[in-house]
Every structure is written in C-alpha cells, then in structure tokens.
C-alpha cells in the first residue's frame, strides 16, 4: 500500500477514539451511562418537518440529483428568515448555498483560497473542520488560544505579525463551541475592520445562532456595515431544530466565495438531499413557534447543570448560548485523563478540553443534550469520584 500524505498523517488523533469502547463495555455490565459528550440533543424536529419529509420522498421530483442550486424554495426560504432574524436581504441564488451540513461546507472552503504555506487563523479550542479543512491543504494553521479572562474572544493582537502576512482566512465562531463565548456588534465591527485591513475572509459559523438564553439574541457578523464585503457566516439546522442526522445548513454572505464555494462542491459532491431540504422549508417555517420550545428546554437544563455542577465544587460559569457548559477541571489534572478516570469510576461521559485543540487543556465540556435530573445525576456522580 502507498504511504499516506504528510498532511493525513500529521492529523491529531481523535480525543474521544476509545470512548465508544469503554461505553459499550460500561453498558454490557449493566452501568447507566450517561453521555454527556456530543452536542447531540435527545429532541425531535417539529412535526411540521417530518411531515414535509414524508410528503417529499414520495415525489419523484426529490429523488432527483439536487446539483448546487438544489431547492429554489429552499433558497428563497432562507433569504427570507435572514431578513426575519437578521434584517438582511442576501440574494438567494448568489449569496446563499445549501450545504451538506455546515461541517461540510466549512471543511471546503479553504479549497477557494489556501494553496500550501498560506496561513488560516483559528480559534482554540475550535470546531475541527476549521483545523482539518486547512490544515490538510498544507497550511500554516495559526490556533489562537480562546481564553477565559478575555470573555473567550479571539484576540487577533495575538496573532504573530509574521503570520498575519501569510493569512488569508479568520474562522470565529459566536456563540462559541465549546466556550460558551458570545460576540457582539462591536467586536464583529472590529473584527470586520481587522479583516479588510489584512485582506482576510471572514468565516463566522453561527450555527447557535438560536439556542441562547435569558431573551438573549445572538447577532449575526453580516449585520456589520461592510460585512458583505469580507465576511460569510454558516448556519445549521442542526441544533435549531433537533435535526443533526439530516445534514443541512448554508453558507451566506460575500458573493465571490459563495460562488466559489458553489463550483468547488461541483467536484466533490452533488448538493443536499432534496426531501431534506423541503423539510428545512417546513423548519424555518416553523422557526417561530418552535424555537421558543427549544430555548426553554434547554435553559432548564443549563439552569439545573450549572447548579448541580456548582454543588458538585466545580467553578461553572452561566453561558449565554449553546448547548455546553465549559469547566475548568479542578484537579489540574489533563482533561483526557480526568474525562476517562470520571467515565469509568462514575459512568459518565464528558468531552475532554483537548479534544477541540490544545487550548482545551484544563476544561471539560458538558453537553446539555440529556434532561435536567439526568444532568444532577450526573453532576452527583462526577462529585462522588472526586
Ligand atoms: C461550532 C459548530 N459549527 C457547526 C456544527 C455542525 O453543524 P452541522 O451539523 O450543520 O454540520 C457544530 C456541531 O457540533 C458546531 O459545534
């Protein structure tokens, strides 16, 4: 067999590899796991959209290859829950494409701009397709550590001057996985600003966009005046509405790149299923009424993990959006080890800090995916081990 690429090889192992392992040997001894590692919650999309997915399959129309442009209403649907939610007015068929999954989307963007030895700057700890995506066309990924006293703002004053000149990509992500961060105007204004500056794209994924708390509203970066100019911004349905084995977001914003972004998927996939996206017609239709729904599941749960978490002598702070909590691990010990010491003594799964990136190191994530007493459970067994 030939050799794998450089690139491939030099990829990080997977934090979590043996976790399904020791999962499925905790569960053959009859131990009540708890899994509170993937952002995947345990709801339903609205009924609205299954429904729209079971009228969809048996049209022969949506069996059809999709290609890029894919479903005209799909397109036009979300142009309009843009100006709904944002107060912008993309144009749906140059400013908008439906993606496999954001995941997907933000993976091959690096295709349009970074040849080998360019420079991406990403956040740390940081979603993995922003390190995979670039790293494996051979560029200089410049990780920039996302800390607790700056309010986990990517601070771009710490990116090396000497890097900043190979730059050609800025990935932020508000609000954040796994921190729980949240921007505001102001500072996507700067970071619009920094952008234009240093000729950079600017990447948002705001795939939380809708799961924030406390009658928070998250902003979107292409309310910033210039915006269209430098930035794109990936949304999800996934998280919205409980649709993550769909697969189906969209990328929105800057036209080039859209447009580039459009031919490169020409060559690397045939676009999203057309039933899925009927059913995402059916979802942002629903958004109003559902989402409500949504927030207030979930802010219980945060409201009863950071408490139990608290109780338990961790040092939890309230996130404003997402479906995390971000913990700093009182031991000091590294957060693989803490992650699979608590799931083996206690039955519990918690995502390791590094496994977004070395800047994790210290911090475990909790996923609000399980229901509030499940969360105390878990919160009372963690405090047990420790
Ligand atoms: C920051 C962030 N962006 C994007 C996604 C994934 O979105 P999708 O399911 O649309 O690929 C996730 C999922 O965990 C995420 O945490």
């Not at 970074?114 to 990924?141: C, K, N, S």
């Not at 993990?305 to 608290?310: D, L, S």
Request: one cysteine or more.
């Amino acid at each position: 067999m030939p050799k794998f690429s450089r690139q491939f090889s030099s990829l990080p192992p997977y934090a979590l590899a043996d976790v399904p392992k020791i999962k499925a040997e905790l569960i053959g001894q009859g131990v009540d796991v708890i899994d509170l590692g993937a952002g995947d919650a345990d709801q339903m999309p609205p009924p609205q959209t299954i429904a729209a997915i079971q009228q969809a399959v048996t049209e022969e129309r949506m069996s059809r290859y999709p290609f890029q442009r894919g479903l005209p209403e799909f397109r036009v649907k979300i142009a309009e829950w843009m100006k709904r939610r944002f107060g912008i007015e993309p144009d749906p068929f140059e400013e908008v494409l439906p993606l496999i999954g954001t995941k997907e989307g933000i993976a091959h963007l690096p295709l349009l701009y970074v040849d080998p030895g360019d420079a991406a700057i990403i956040p740390d700890p940081g979603y993995y397709p922003y390190f995979g995506g670039t790293h494996m066309l051979g560029a200089d990924v410049v990780q920039v550590p996302l800390r607790r006293e700056k309010s986990y703002l990517l601070d771009w004053n710490e990116v090396p001057k000497s890097k900043l000149k190979k730059a050609k990509l800025l990935y932020l992500n508000y609000p954040n996985n796994p921190t729980g961060g949240v921007a505001t105007d102001e500072y996507y204004q700067e970071a619009i600003e920094f952008c234009r500056q240093h000729d950079l794209l600017l990447i948002n994924d705001n795939a939380y966009s809708e799961i924030a708390f406390d009658g928070y509203r998250p902003p979107s970066v292409l309310q910033g005046e210039g915006a269209r100019d430098v930035a794109v911004e990936y949304h999800s349905l996934s998280k919205t509405f409980n649709m993550t084995g769909w697969r189906i977001g969209w990328v929105v914003g800057q036209k080039e790149a859209v447009q580039a972004l459009t031919k490169v998927k020409v060559y690397y996939d045939t676009g999203v299923f057309l039933a899925c996206q009927a059913a995402g017609v059916a979802s942002l239709e629903a958004w109003a009424e559902f989402v409500p729904k949504q927030i207030a599941i979930f802010q219980e749960r945060r409201d009863a993990a950071v408490e139990a978490f608290r109780e338990a002598g961790f040092d939890v702070d309230v996130p404003k959006a997402t479906l995390y909590l971000w913990i700093p691990i009182p031991s000091g010990e590294p957060s693989v080890d803490f992650a699979r010491r608590i799931l083996l003594e206690s039955g519990v799964v918690l995502f390791p800090g590094t496994g977004m990136g070395k800047g994790g190191e210290g911090f475990i994530r909790v996923a609000l995916t399980v229901p509030a007493e499940r969360l105390r459970e878990a919160a009372r067994r963690v405090a047990e081990v420790l």
